[in-house]
């Protein structure tokens, strides 16, 4: 079937697609590379005229138009699930930028259940196939679910947005499109090839070290899951898998080296599966038309029940802090937020659940406080006033700092303290115990 007169029919600039939105209205502006462009350029200079507009997405890989147009969020409210540097600044440092604390695999199910109903979806596609299609799967995460809901959908073609294959709700048809907007076709916001430090590569090598042949892996952001990804390069590990919630630099790398074939999954065999992709152009280019990359919901990557079928599950994430009661706190330091749920929790359980299975919480032993000028322990009694638990002690597994790991199952509040207080900075661990001790939870017995 020839679909270009209902493409025609339906293409309109970015202007007319930004005065669909009226003050009040709930928009959805995707998620990280397919934010769209030269729609949110238009919307901007709508700012005077526009008052309440709450603006849906997440994981920005640069601040939009609106956001520079309404610095105070006057006009446009910014309601993000997980908050990329730009979503950061805009809930730390304005009234116009706010996180909706939620497991990130209920995403979908969310918008279908609880919003049901949002005025305009905007999106970032490919240009359509022969079969009516745009490609939406780079983050195909819970567009489907917010197009679906949508009074109006509108893509915003980029002909530099790789194909990204798979079949898990990854792609919107032309009859599920009210209109089409011919962007500029910019480069993808690229995410900088991260960077790692002699303390994120002696984490690796503990992680690392507990992999086996075969392991399914699951990467989150920054220094520390790069080092992994270096270090399996240059391990014996072989057959590995991958089922994530992110697709990073360091997967493509891993494939490219020959260690990712699949071959071991229970599900989704020699498949890469992932809700969204953000990295730099060697990413992208990766992704674009590969079979080997499945681009799927994140209601079905970060399902605990779908991870558990996945045997010798490896899950790596970052923490700001942990307490000695094994609690683990990834979303705020104080009252001043810093990144989301996401999916740790997702993981945390999921991987636990597997057969052979390992969850990580990663975290330097200390950092470098800039406003006292003097070095601070990651490892704490208690959470600053305000600092958000992302995981509860029950549910905590593992976790790893330079200074070694301790796995937290089954062990009792006072085996924690010692073992955690082991993952602390030297210097650190005296104060550590002797809190501990007016916490109640510390026995002479313990080694000191």
């Given amino acids: 079937m020839d679909y270009t007169k209902d493409y025609q029919s339906k293409l309109v600039t970015a202007d007319k697609a930004a005065s669909l939105v009226n003050s009040g209205d709930v928009i959805d502006y995707a998620w990280a590379g397919q934010t769209p462009v030269a729609i949110d350029a238009a919307l901007a200079k709508r700012a005077g005229e526009l008052k309440d507009v709450t603006v849906m997405g997440g994981v ?51 918008y279908r259940e609880n919003i049901r109903h949002i005025n305009v979806a905007y999106v970032v596609a490919t240009p359509m196939d022969k079969h009516g299609y745009f490609n939406i799967g780079l983050n195909a995460s819970h567009l489907k679910a917010a197009a679906e809901i949508a009074d109006v959908v509108v893509v915003e073609i980029n002909e530099k947005l790789p194909v990204a294959l798979g079949g898990v709700e990854n792609v919107l048809h032309i009859s599920e499109v009210d209109y089409i907007v011919e962007g500029d076709n910019p480069e993808i916001k690229e995410l900088p090839a991260g960077s790692f430090s002699d303390v994120d590569r002696k984490v690796a090598e503990l992680i690392v070290g507990e992999m086996v042949d075969g392991s399914c892996i699951q990467l989150g952001i920054g220094g520390m899951p790069n080092a992994v990804g270096s270090l399996i390069a240059e391990s014996d590990l072989k057959d590995l898998g991958v089922h994530t919630e ?41 992704i674009d038309n590969n079979p ?3 681009a799927a919901t994140v209601g079905y990557t970060n399902d605990a029940r779908v991870i558990a079928q996945l045997d010798n599950f490896v899950s790596i994430n970052n923490a700001v802090n942990v307490d000695l009661f094994g609690q683990v706190s990834s979303e705020s330091s104080g009252y001043k937020h810093i990144s989301g749920a996401g999916g740790q929790l997702d993981f945390v359980l999921g991987a636990y659940l597997s057969k052979g ?39 905590t597994h593992y976790i790893v700092t330079e200074h070694g790991l301790f796995n937290c199952k089954g062990k009792s509040t006072w085996e924690r303290a010692e073992g955690i207080i082991g993952l602390a900075a030297p210097e650190f661990r005296d104060d550590l115990i002797k809190q501990a001790e007016k916490a109640g939870i510390w026995r002479n017995s313990n080694r000191r």
Avoid at 77 to 99: C, E, L, P, S, V
């Fill in 60 to 110: 920005l890989l640069s601040a939009p138009e609106i956001f520079n147009a309404d610095p105070e969020g006057d006009a446009f409210i910014w309601k993000t699930w997980h908050a990329g540097g730009a979503d950061r600044n805009r809930i730390n440092k304005t009234q116009g930028g706010f996180y909706a604390p939620l497991r990130y695999s209920e995403l979908p199910r969310w």
């Fill in 357 to 395: 299975g390992k969850s990580f919480i990663c975290l330097s032993s200390t950092f470098h406080n800039k406003k006292t000028a003097q070095d601070e322990s990651r490892i704490v009694l208690s959470f600053e006033e305000g600092s958000i638990i992302t995981a509860a002690r029950p549910n």
């Fill in 246 to 286: 992110m697709l990073v630099d360091a997967f493509a790398d891993l494939s490219n080296a020959g260690k990712i074939t699949g071959a071991k999954k229970n599900i989704d065999r020699f498949r890469q599966t992932y809700a969204f992709a953000a990295g730099t152009k060697k990413l992208y280019d990766f």
């Fill in 292 to 294: 080997e990359c499945m």
